[in-house]
């Protein structure tokens, strides 16, 4: 049996060879250590910068049509407005309005009529329409246990400024039909 110097053992390592790859350190003590406070700190800033940019968003995004939603809600009760306005993917501008009503919307029924041609009146007075060529309008009307029910009119812009959808319907609800939506 012969030994030879050269041979290495598991043991005979040398410091460096246990070394991970890459070069990082292995002990705990060397690693980058950030406070506490500072990671609450932190983590409030950005908490206030992500509820900063979501207000700001939303306030690009609705205020231009804010007027026009709080009048909407203030006809129609309970409808939860939605305004919004811009381009869809590469299409026309438009201006698109959903509210929820309490009825099945249906476009010959003169219920649902009176609502469109509210609704465009109220367009008209609390929004700068001249910057839309589309206007539409959906309503919906959300009953439990069963799907939603929905009826959508599109109209071009040109002929919103002028006039109303159906000048054939009565302009207010009567009362009985008012106090459901």
């Not at 110097?5 to 890459?22: I, L, Q």
């Not at 939605?82 to 299409?91: A, I, M, Q, S, T």
């Not at 929905?150 to 009985?176: I, K, N």
């Amino acid at each position: 049996m012969s030994t030879s110097s050269d041979a290495t053992t598991p043991d005979a390592a040398t410091p460096d060879d246990r070394a991970p790859v890459g070069g990082a350190p292995s002990s705990p003590r060397s690693s980058l250590r950030i406070p506490g406070k500072v990671v609450v700190i932190l983590m409030v800033l950005l908490g206030l910068s992500a509820t900063a940019g979501i207000f700001g968003y939303w306030e690009l995004r609705t205020g231009p049509f804010r007027e026009l939603t709080e009048a909407i809600g203030r006809q129609l009760p309970g409808s939860l407005p939605k305004v919004e306005g811009g381009r869809h993917r590469g299409g026309p501008p438009m201006l698109r309005i959903a509210v929820r009503v309490a009825f099945e919307p249906n476009a010959e029924t003169a219920e649902t009529q009176a609502v469109v041609n509210q609704i465009v009146r109220l367009a008209q007075q609390h929004a700068d329409l001249s910057q839309f060529e589309e206007f539409q309008l959906h309503l919906f009307q959300l009953a439990p246990e069963r799907r939603a029910k929905q009826a959508s009119f599109v109209y071009p812009m040109a002929e919103v400024v002028t006039g109303v959808p159906f000048p054939d319907v009565p302009d207010a609800l009567p009362a009985a039909e008012a106090s459901r939506t």
